[in-house]
């Protein structure tokens, strides 16, 4: 779809903010600011999955984890009332960052409004823009960080998070997840996870 001029301004400030990431990851033997490279892989499987979506998903997209790195958990207590406090206060400050941004390439305050909207994930599962972008998030999840994010954790405790994750997306997301080009060893973790429930007949 086209885009207006804010909009290439937009992505261009965030993808420099996230450029300042010192943690980097390895992409085809080249070593790239963490958190640009998952900007750039929620804009490529939001085109893969939703090419028609609306301008604001796409902005909300590529700044969904915009400094992500400034807003360390290690700030904040162990366990889960930390762990949701943090994710809390991430989500603020990835809208609010975003939005300073799109204030500042031209943006109204409607637009501003419906991106903060989108990355705090108000009204999930009653907004089909907040869904779609949901959608997006697991998708890559499960694409790209999934196999690095399993040995991490318990048998139980990543069953429980790929059964969560699942809940969270659409019949169309789950689909696409369905269909995904996921290493052996990951696919077979996601089938177990579904093994007991039952993935809208898929």
């Known amino acids: 779809m086209p885009f207006s001029e804010h909009y290439h301004r937009a992505i261009a400030s ?4 996230n450029a300042a990431d010192p943690n980097r ?3 085809d033997g080249v070593r790239l600011p963490k958190e640009l490279v998952y900007a750039r892989r929620m804009t490529a499987c939001l085109e893969r999955f939703c090419p028609e979506a609306p301008e604001p998903v ?3 997209a590529r700044s969904q984890h915009i400094r992500r790195w400034t807003v360390s958990r290690k700030d904040y207590s ?3 009332e930390g762990y949701r406090r ?3 206060d991430l989500a603020r400050f990835h809208a609010s960052t975003a939005a300073g941004i799109l204030r500042e390439v031209g943006y109204g305050e409607e637009m501003v409004a419906r991106v903060e909207s989108l990355i705090r994930k108000e009204r999930l599962k009653l907004s089909s823009e907040t869904q779609l972008l949901e ?3 697991c998708l890559v999840f499960l694409e790209y960080y999934l196999e690095d994010f399993a040995p991490k954790h318990d048998d139980t ?3 429980g998070v790929l059964r969560k994750t699942w809940g969270k997306m659409s019949e169309s997301g789950q689909r696409a997840a ?3 080009p996921l290493p052996v060893t990951v696919r077979s973790l996601v089938e177990r996870a579904l093994a007991n429930m039952d993935p809208h007949g898929l």
Not at 14 to 17: M, N, P, Q, S, Y
């Open 14 to 17: 965030f993808d420099a903010a």
């Open 78 to 80: 162990v366990g889960r």
């Open 178 to 180: 369905l269909r995904l």
């Open 157 to 159: 405790k990543l069953l």
């Open 58 to 60: 796409w902005l909300a």
């Open 135 to 137: 959608d997006v998030i």
């Open 86 to 88: 943090w994710r809390t």
């Open 25 to 27: 990851e390895a992409v």
